[in-house]
């Protein structure tokens, strides 16, 4: 069985999982000779936002790739796809109002138009016979607005090839296709990269607490946060989860509230210099990786 590594993040944004991500598969690869995967289960990104990149990827990959994983990929000598190594990626954008004035006031406007909505999600589900299945949820009010969507270049090579599109018109039918192929991408993927890996560094998605609640297996737990790290026991962080949720069925699991539940067994300081950095994090995975070898 391969060693699984999970980093979480303390802030929804710019917690540094990615940075530390990419110490960790670096150190293993380069230090230790280890033969290491990435895998994402969920990432987004946005084309308002992130426009050029994700256009260089998809003609690059030939798909909507999460910028997170290409990164990761990048430090790893596993030859991977990046759609198995990231099996559910969503790709946003805004939804800015071409009919400002008909909406009568600037606060209409801004809580109707100007928020991130998902234009497209998109679920890698691995088979038995090692192919693929690309299936994309596509927000039909959306897409099919040429007010607000009318990059079709960009856009339909991607869907002509997908073998399955479910398009939705509100959250409540988004919420309910994603819930039918969520847990079949996150595992078939899981899976696969299992069957190819020493080691698998799982990163998480903004502070999800576990953006893949169907896999429940890690030998180490990451919290990451600007300058700081900390070092969880996994059958107690797995329990605290289980207790959060216990109480709070309807609320994501953030990482914050899992926290409350759960205690570090350790906790570093890492310095913003890759090199003093990744020497600390040498000597956390080299320790452990003794022991369970």
């Known amino acids: 069985m ?28 380069n230090d230790l000779s280890v033969k290491t995967s990435p895998f994402k289960p969920l990432s987004g990104n946005n084309l308002y936002f992130h426009y050029d990149l ?89 897409y099919k607005n040429k007010k607000f969507w009318n990059d079709l270049l960009l856009t339909e090579p991607i869907l002509k090839q997908a ?36 080691v698998i560094v799982v990163e998480s998605f903004n502070n999800s607490a576990h953006p893949a609640w169907c896999i429940r297996e890690a030998d180490l737990i990451f919290i990451v946060g600007p300058g700081s790290l900390f070092l969880y026991d996994p059958e107690s962080y797995f329990r605290a989860i289980d207790n959060y949720r216990a109480i709070n069925r309807n609320k994501p699991t953030a990482t914050e509230e899992i926290l409350k539940f759960a205690t570090p067994k350790d906790a570093f300081s890492l310095p913003e210099d890759q090199m003093k950095r990744k020497t600390i994090l040498l000597e956390i995975l080299q320790s452990f990786y003794d022991r369970i070898k």
């Open 54 to 142: 994700i256009k260089e990827h998809v003609d690059k990959f030939g798909n909507f790739v999460s910028l997170d994983i290409v990164e990761l990929l990048s430090c790893s000598s596993i030859d991977l796809s990046q759609i198995i190594a990231n099996p559910v990626h969503r790709v946003s954008t805004q939804a800015l109002s071409y009919d400002f004035f008909k909406e009568g006031s600037i606060n209409t406007f801004y809580s109707k138009y100007t928020g991130s909505v998902t234009l497209f999600q998109r679920f890698t589900i691995c088979k038995q016979d090692s192919e693929v299945e690309n299936i994309y949820l596509v927000n039909e009010p959306i």
């Open 2 to 29: 391969p060693v699984t590594i999970f980093i979480g993040g303390l802030l929804e944004y710019n917690s540094g999982k990615t940075t530390i991500a990419k110490d960790i598969i670096s150190c293993f690869e």
């Open 163 to 198: 073998n399955e599109i479910k398009f939705f018109k509100n959250e409540h039918e988004y919420y309910s296709l994603n819930s039918q192929f969520y847990a079949d991408a996150t595992k078939s993927s899981f899976e696969n990269v299992k069957a190819n890996s020493s």
